[in-house]
């Protein structure tokens, strides 16, 4: 798989077709580390308005270790799995006591083990931000980077266990080109995102056609293999708007559960559901809700519950299911009320 022409056909590939991103043109790992985290399980485009908004209003780690959670939270509502933005205040939070520990202001974590120490990165950001910000000769495996390796070996070990983790991590460090990691990593990220997708690959307009196993044996469609998903789970929920006047009452999610920290109507989880007005989806969970609008003369003192104006609902980090709710329902609301 290792000779000349396996790079320089990457290489000239990534010169001509790769996208123009911002995260791309800089090597400030502070603004790498943000993008990373926006773009695990968020589709490009939409990741890209959310990093240049976050960049916007937390220039720097700084800044970001000064803001409350909850404005962290609310500057990531709609893009859900609201642990990544607890992290990255988290990890804003230690990287702001590091610099008061060692008595350097500037400091920002500047190699592997130190960048895995930050809350919330993995093996994967690590690699990122290692070979993105400081051209440090790491792997960095993400979904595209298994797909285009278990074609390129047309290897079938399950990319998500134990063993296939640590079987397609050793044949990253195996390819990866140590003199140029920062360049090798985004080429073949690009290559797996661009021309190596998971369906219908354009292998006819690959640079590593000539070297592709999965190619030759006609198998790079099959791959990569998953290992079986646990089941989805559903869970029902009756949700409480109460309307007295223009206020009504939410209050926050705490525990270990979905959502943790943002905020929602009063909720009642039940057994069943004969009908929903929502299906949510989430990676295991599949929530079936209903939300019923009750007209009341004074709000009920519901435990926990916070009485706020409608009008600053916008002020607080809602669910992203809670959002879909209002404004499909903002009509009825307006037509209880008035
Ligand atoms: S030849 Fe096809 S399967 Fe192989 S790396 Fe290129 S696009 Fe992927």
């Not at 640590?166 to 080429?187: G, K, T």
């Not at 369906?199 to 998953?226: I, K, N, Q």
């Amino acid at each position: 798989m290792k000779n000349e022409a396996f790079y320089t056909n990457l290489y000239a590939w990534y010169a001509e077709n790769h996208r123009v991103l911002p995260w791309r043109e800089t090597d400030d790992a502070y603004c790498i580390w943000i993008s990373e985290i926006i773009l695990q399980q968020t589709r490009v485009m939409q990741g890209m308005e959310y990093y240049l908004r976050f960049i916007d209003r937390f220039p720097t780690v700084s800044d970001l270790a000064q803001a409350t959670e909850d404005e962290v939270l609310r500057l990531w509502q709609g893009l859900g799995y609201y642990s990544r933005a607890r992290n990255l205040y988290k990890g804003a939070l230690f990287i702001a006591a590091e610099r008061t520990r060692l008595g350097q202001p500037d400091w920002f974590p500047a190699t592997y083990d130190d960048l895995r120490r930050i809350p919330g990165v993995g093996d994967y950001t690590a690699g990122a931000i290692a070979s993105f910000a400081y051209d440090l000769a790491y792997p960095a495996l993400d979904g595209n980077v298994y797909r285009v390796l278990s074609r390129l070996y047309d290897e079938e070990t399950p990319f998500d266990t134990t063993a296939g983790k640590h079987l397609f991590r050793n044949l990253a460090v195996e390819l990866l080109d140590s003199s140029h990691p920062r360049l090798f990593n985004s080429s073949i990220m690009e290559l797996g995102a661009l021309t190596c997708t998971p369906t219908s690959p354009d292998c006819e307009s690959c640079p590593l056609r000539f070297a592709c196993l999965g190619y030759a044996h006609h198998t790079a469609e099959l791959l990569p293999v998953r290992k079986a998903r646990p089941a989805v789970r559903d869970r029902y929920f009756i949700y409480t708007i109460y309307l007295c006047g223009n206020q009504t009452l939410i209050h926050q999610r705490t525990g270990k559960d979905i959502w943790q920290h943002l905020w929602e109507f009063p909720l009642e989880e039940v057994d069943h559901l004969d009908k929903a007005d929502f299906v949510h989806q989430l990676s295991h969970q599949k929530i079936h809700a209903r939300f019923d609008i009750k007209k009341v003369s004074e709000l009920p003192p519901i435990p926990q519950t916070h009485a706020v104006l409608l009008s600053e609902l916008d002020d607080y980090a809602l669910s992203r299911l809670t959002l879909r709710a209002l404004e499909k329902i903002s009509g009825s609301v307006s037509r209880v009320l008035f």
